[in-house]
């Protein structure tokens, strides 16, 4: 078996091939974040039991925004226990956000590595990659080895390392049609895109079968793989995601399943892949989901989006501010929550099922000098629930300013930043909605 920076194939999938001899591959991430599958999430929590005597200190976030802090000393699926020392405190599942350990993901190592996204919406940093048959075998950058099906690969891409591959690589999925596989090489250092049908790898994991729309087939050498996109949707029988895992080399895991081990625990996802992992290497779990449910994951139902005078509208964005760096309200960082720009409409369907909006509204650290004023408002199925202005550069009127409103039996929630129609421009009007999000 050859590990490569690079390749992987399928047998029977249609794929588009991009291949380079010298590897300079990466692989990068569909851009429309939308358009990624989503395995559906359980509130149901997979069984996970661990002993003080590990050292899982951790801290657990409940929807009543407390915060335990102490040992892990149990999961269930029907409760969180967390050892304080002087009391055991037990949380009921369905009222458990994130449990928090100590690591933190910091800067990745300056080596090559090789980025892999699986069909279950799994991403891996991988040191090395390989295909034998229809197996795919990685080393993650912190030194696990990891096994799945090739039919569990949605993509990869060698080299990621280099911004100019991943780059590149988003320049190619876009011009692809995607209803078929995506095999990629790089001829006169410009990656060269051919789709197609992707197979299976040889029994020495040297070769990869691609077959041509024209019928046409032919052996390529792993080695030489710039990146792979397989035209497949996640397996519907496939075990359910139960939590999200963060670990501190920014991975993102799905899991459906876990198990204790004397050094920590091993995940399952639902593609098939199993990793190991120690505390060390752990950031978070998150079991937020279909609890609390961040706007910037959500798509709204409308979208009304206009510029007065000339140019063209300024779209909103997602978990980055409209100059697409992160989110800083008065000095303070947000890893979630919308960008607007005036004038902006969102329309979120909450049919009914929340309980709880909040939001830190502010002006964004990035938006300097002195501006006219902007105005926030939240509606709830016509009901105003919150009117806000905002005038940049001046401290009293830019925030931030926290939100919460009840939204109980709510269907529509209805978001506008706007200004005075009397002011023909609008420069420079643009507002943050940090971490916003609607909890049950």
């Known amino acids: 078996m050859t590990y490569i920076k690079s390749p992987l194939i399928r047998a029977g999938s249609r794929a588009a091939f991009v291949y380079h001899a010298k590897m300079d591959a990466t692989f990068a991430p569909p851009s429309n974040r939308d358009a990624r599958p989503i395995m559906p999430m359980r509130r149901t929590l997979f069984v996970l039991l661990i002993c003080a005597s590990a ?7 409940t929807l009543k925004q407390e915060t335990i802090t102490g040992e892990l000393v149990g999961i269930s699926d029907k409760e969180i226990v967390i050892d304080r020392g002087a009391e055991k405190v037990t949380t009921p599942i369905d009222q458990a956000l994130l449990l928090t350990f100590g690591p933190q993901a910091g800067a990745l190592p300056n080596v090559p590595w090789v980025d892999v996204e699986l069909t279950d919406g799994t991403q891996l940093h991988c040191a090395k990659f390989a295909v034998v048959k229809n ?17 569990g690969l949605s993509q990869m891409l060698a080299n990621a390392h280099l911004e100019k591959n991943r780059k590149e690589w988003a320049e190619v999925l876009e011009k692809t049609s995607r209803s078929r596989d995506v095999l990629a090489k790089v001829k006169d250092d410009v990656p060269n895109a051919v789709e197609g049908v992707i197979g299976a790898a040889n029994d020495s994991g040297e070769t990869i079968r691609f077959t041509l729309p024209s ?29 999200r895992l963060f670990d501190a080399h920014h991975d993102f895991v799905m899991v459906s399943g876990a198990e204790i081990t004397p050094t920590g625990f091993t995940v399952t996802t639902p593609a098939g ?3 190991e992992y120690t505390p060390a290497l752990v950031v978070k779990m998150d079991y937020s989901h279909g609890k609390r449910d961040y706007l910037s994951d959500m798509t709204p139902i409308k979208v009304d989006e206009r510029c007065n005078g000339a140019g063209e509208a300024i779209h909103f964005r997602r978990d980055l501010n409209l100059d697409d760096k992160p989110l800083h309200v008065n000095n303070t960082a947000y890893e979630k929550g919308l960008a607007l720009h005036a004038h902006t409409e969102l329309v979120y369907d909450l049919k009914g ?7 830190v509204v502010g002006i964004d650290d990035d938006v300097t000098g002195v501006g006219r004023p902007v105005l926030v408002v939240i509606e709830a199925d016509g009901q105003k629930l919150a009117e806000v202005t905002l005038e940049r550069g001046v401290k009293e ?44």
């Open 135 to 151: 197996e795919v075998t990685v080393t993650l950058l912190a030194g696990q080895t990891v096994k799945f099906p090739l039919s």
């Open 273 to 275: 892949a199993r990793i």
């Open 55 to 61: 050292g899982w200190g951790a801290d657990l976030r």
């Open 215 to 243: 019928g046409k087939e032919g052996d390529f050498a792993l080695a030489n793989i710039y990146g792979m996109v397989f035209s497949r949707k996640p397996d519907p029988n496939a075990a359910p995601v139960q939590a």
């Open 397 to 440: 009127k830019s925030g931030p300013i926290p939100l919460v409103r009840n939204v109980k039996d709510v269907k529509k929630l209805r978001i506008v930043v706007t200004h005075d129609p009397a002011e023909f421009l609008d420069l420079g009007l643009h507002v943050d909605l940090a971490d916003a999000y609607v909890s049950k």
């Open 353 to 359: 099922e929340y309980r709880e909006f909040r939001a």
